[in-house]
Antibody, heavy 118, light 108 residues
Framework: EVQLVESGGGLVQPGGSLRLSCAAS????????MTWVRQAPGKGLEWVSV???????VYAASVEGRFIISRDNSKNALYLQMDSLRVEDTAVYYC????????????WGQGTLVTVSS | EIVLTQSPGTLSLSPGERATLSCRTS???????LAWYQQKPGQAPRLLIY???TRATGVPDRFSGSGSGTDFTLTISRLEPEDFAVYYC??????????FGQGTKLEI
């Protein structure tokens, strides 16, 4: 069974950093396209970043230069390093596994809440 | 970047009724690369439809998707109590970013 479990969220001051983790089971992270999507409180879904095979990465303009997506094959995990955090980065962050070699998000974790506030 | 506009913002219906949700894109979506997700309060989104009309594994057949180009529709033929949720359309394919619509809240 495919399972994704995010962790690492919490309260951080503006300008601070956090590293989110997404532990995967039931499949191999290194062989799949993986994505981070976020959802601000009471708002809709916002795509954040994707990592493809060969570790090709793409970012939303709103996080480009501040966030880094990566994966650790030995731990079968996905990460999102978030630096220079802003109040507007406050959201629940979901990791998702793509469906085959597409940009369809077939499986999602339960999310982890990041709150950026002074 | 493509913009997805969903309507209505909120749809109030009763169990047993038919629901029709719309998603319009600012540019034509190549290959009908349009998906629908369902999100219930406090839960992660769930994939319902991809390729505009293909149901994901385990999705009941009362859910159907249609459309092409810039106009897409999610139809729920007979609403069950568990169908009341927020629904998002999502454009994928070509190159990122891949935007979501703003969502339609389906309420009792």
């Amino acid at each position: 069974e495919v399972q994704l479990v995010e962790s690492g969220g919490g309260l951080v001051q503006p300008g601070g950093s956090l590293r989110l983790s997404c532990a995967a089971s039931g499949f191999t992270v290194s062989s799949n396209y993986m994505t981070w999507v976020r959802q601000a409180p009471g708002k809709g879904l916002e795509w954040v970043s994707v990592i493809y095979n060969g570790d090709l990465t793409v970012y939303a303009a709103s996080v480009e230069g501040r966030f880094i997506i990566s994966r650790d094959n030995s731990k079968n995990a996905l990460y999102l390093q978030m630096d220079s955090l802003r109040v507007e980065d406050t959201a629940v962050y979901y990791c998702a596994r793509h469906y085959q070699s597409s940009d369809i998000y077939a499986s999602w974790g339960q999310g982890t809440l990041v709150t950026v506030s002074s | 970047e493509i913009v997805l506009t969903q309507s209505p913002g909120t749809l109030s219906l009763s169990p047993g009724e038919r629901a029709t949700l719309s998603c319009r894109t600012s540019q034509s979506v190549s290959g009908n690369a349009l998906a629908w997700y369902q999100q219930k309060p406090g839960q992660a989104p769930r994939l319902l439809i991809y390729g505009a009309s293909t149901r994901a594994t385990g999705v009941p057949d009362r859910f159907s998707g249609s459309g092409s180009g810039t106009d897409f529709t999610l139809t729920i033929s007979r609403l069950e109590p568990e169908d009341f949720a927020v629904y998002y359309c999502h454009q994928y394919g070509s190159t990122p970013p891949y935007p979501f619509g703003q969502g339609t809240k389906l309420e009792i």
